[in-house]
């Protein structure tokens, strides 16, 4: 006696074929996510918002802040010069212990940051505005390096966009 009818194979193979066709379409789903014809969704491509945002920049955000891409590329251009200003005068403020100054040199920096969608600098510039306004100077010394870091590799990566 056969275990399977010749409708028991017809319905198994109407069943694989369902199957392929939803696993086919379930690839063509992510191919369309991504779609790398878009030089934004890229992330390799280092001209692309997908490259910002695999770096800790969070593009989108800033765009829907600022209105347009045009407007956050106008203010991403102004962040590296306005950074390596802000960090020379950040070395001169910790040298001298000028807290003051300090505090408002953070401030500017975590104010821009915060509306380029740069995430992670503009919690540490707001910790160092904080800790200089308290003057906790020993926070400031102890953790310039992670400061100055962050500060560096940011500005790479605007240039790199930019470029």
């Given at each position: 006696?056969?275990?399977?009818?010749?409708?028991?194979?017809?319905?198994?193979?109407?069943?694989?074929?369902?199957?392929?066709?939803?696993?086919?379409?379930?690839?063509?789903?992510?191919?369309?996510?991504?779609?790398?014809?878009?030089?934004?969704?890229?992330?390799?491509?280092?001209?692309?918002?997908?490259?910002?945002?695999?770096?800790?920049?969070?593009?989108?955000?800033?765009?829907?802040?600022?209105?347009?891409?045009?407007?956050?590329?106008?203010?991403?251009?102004?962040?590296?010069?306005?950074?390596?200003?802000?960090?020379g005068n950040l070395m001169d403020c910790k040298a001298t212990m000028d807290m003051k100054r300090y505090v408002e040199e953070s401030a500017a920096l975590k104010k821009e940051c915060n509306v380029l969608g740069i995430t992670n600098l503009f919690l540490m510039a707001k910790t160092h505005e904080q800790k200089a306004l308290s003057g906790d100077t020993n926070y400031v010394i102890e953790n310039f390096k992670e400061y100055e870091d962050e500060i560096m590799r940011i500005i790479n990566i605007v240039n790199e966009y930019l470029a």
């Open positions: 006696m056969a275990l399977f009818s010749s409708s028991d194979e017809s319905i198994s193979e109407e069943l694989l074929k369902k199957s392929m066709d939803a696993s086919k379409e379930a690839h063509e789903v992510v191919i369309d996510a991504v779609d790398t014809s878009d030089p934004d969704k890229d992330v390799n491509n280092k001209h692309s918002l997908a490259y910002l945002e695999a770096n800790g920049i969070d593009a989108s955000a800033a765009i829907d802040i600022l209105g347009d891409k045009d407007t956050f590329v106008a203010r991403v251009k102004d962040f590296a010069p306005l950074a390596k200003s802000k960090y």
